[in-house]
């Protein structure tokens, strides 16, 4: 049986419209499959990016943290070398205000002859010299002139050696000393200080952990005492 026209008409658009529709299934699935595979790469990209933010965020918040460690390591150094510094100036006040009370011991003239007396003989035999010199403040010159002339025979009794010692009437102590003497070898090249100020700093270097535990109370932190 032959188609007619309006047959083959009908079959063409059936045809067509089964094209058509498979065409509009194709590319619905294709515009759903490129759509699925961009929020699939849109999100590995928000992702990625989140991950970068993040990793930046905590290492700023690191060194953030590691400049407030230095900051405040920085800040409690600072303190202690202030109190330290203080602690040391309260010391050096101390130990001023001593040596300006060093002239008191001379008033005292009994106790401060037999002071004299035994710096001197000290000297004597820390210096072990067959000559002597020794140096006084020109109000202690003749007391000094006495005391050398009774050292000598004690010194050459205990110490079995021989001393020619003599007081310097030329080269007087200046009057920054409080008191004391100065003794020397013949020669000049050795010298022993024993100035009220000289012991002074003596007793104070030899006896500076006790000075600071008496005012300060000890240091847990510390383990020596020298």
Request: charge should be neutral.
């Amino acid at each position: 049986m032959a188609l007619t026209d309006a047959d083959v008409q009908k079959q063409i658009k059936h045809m067509m419209a089964f094209i058509e529709q498979e065409a509009n299934e194709k590319a619905e699935e294709i515009d759903a499959k490129a759509e699925e595979e961009f929020n699939i790469e849109k999100g590995r990209l928000v992702q990625q990016q989140r991950l970068k933010i993040m990793e930046f965020y905590e290492r700023k918040e690191k060194q953030i943290e590691l400049q407030k460690k230095i900051q405040s390591s920085n800040l409690l150094n600072q303190a202690r070398l202030k109190v330290l510094r203080a602690r040391d100036d309260h010391i050096q006040n101390i130990l001023q205000e001593a040596r300006k009370r060093l002239g008191n011991i001379t008033k005292d003239q009994n106790r401060y002859v037999d002071l004299l007396r035994n710096l001197t003989l000290e000297g004597l035999f820390n210096l072990l010299e067959p000559t002597v010199v020794v140096k006084c403040r020109g109000q202690d010159l003749h007391v000094v002139q006495d005391i050398v002339r009774e050292s000598v025979p004690q010194y050459k009794e205990k110490s079995s050696r021989d001393v020619r010692a003599h007081v310097d009437e030329n080269d007087l102590l200046g009057q920054d000393t409080s008191g004391g003497v100065v003794l020397q070898s013949g020669s000049g090249k050795i010298k022993m200080r024993s100035t009220l100020e000289s012991r002074l700093e003596i007793v104070a270097r030899e006896n500076l952990p006790q000075i600071r535990n008496a005012l300060f109370g000890a240091n847990p932190n510390r383990k020596f005492m020298d």
